[in-house]
């Protein structure tokens, strides 16, 4: 699987903001589907995850209640909106895919495989 990632940009604080992730590859809807973000000199941190149905996300507790993940598994694309956003949301965002046919949501990036090239999102305060 060949993960694209879009949609970063610069915003100012407050605004919002959709990223997506393209998958090549007709597994992808058996895939848990993750989004990461490494800010520069920090390590790569989970954000939100999400299972290979849909019925299940997980967050990070510095997104949750702002942030939503979504997939479309015919479009083979999830999708990170996210809201009210702040200038430590400044980061390099990747989506990866995760376990096969699984219930759980991991959050470890040894628990991914397969990364898209990252979008960089920048929050101006």
């Known amino acids: 699987v060949q993960l694209q990632a879009f949609g970063g940009g610069l915003v100012q604080a407050g605004d919002p903001l959709r990223l997506s992730c393209v998958a090549s590859?007709?597994?992808?809807?058996?895939?848990?589907m993750g989004w990461f973000r490494q800010a520069p000199g920090k390590e790569r941190e989970f954000v939100a995850g999400?299972?290979?149905?849909?019925?299940?996300?997980y967050y990070s507790d510095s997104v949750k209640g702002r942030f939503t993940i979504s997939r479309d598994n015919a479009k083979n694309t999830v999708y990170l909106q996210m809201n009210s956003l702040k200038s430590e949301d400044t980061a390099v965002y990747y989506c990866?895919?995760?376990?096969?046919?699984?219930?759980?949501?991991?959050?470890?990036?040894?628990?991914?495989?397969?990364w898209g090239q990252g979008t960089l999102v920048t929050v101006s305060s």
């Open positions: 590859g007709r597994a992808f809807g058996n895939y848990v």
């Open positions: 990866a895919t995760g376990p096969l046919a699984s219930r759980e949501i991991v959050t470890s990036t040894s628990g991914y495989a397969n």
């Open positions: 999400i299972t290979w149905s849909g019925g299940s996300t």
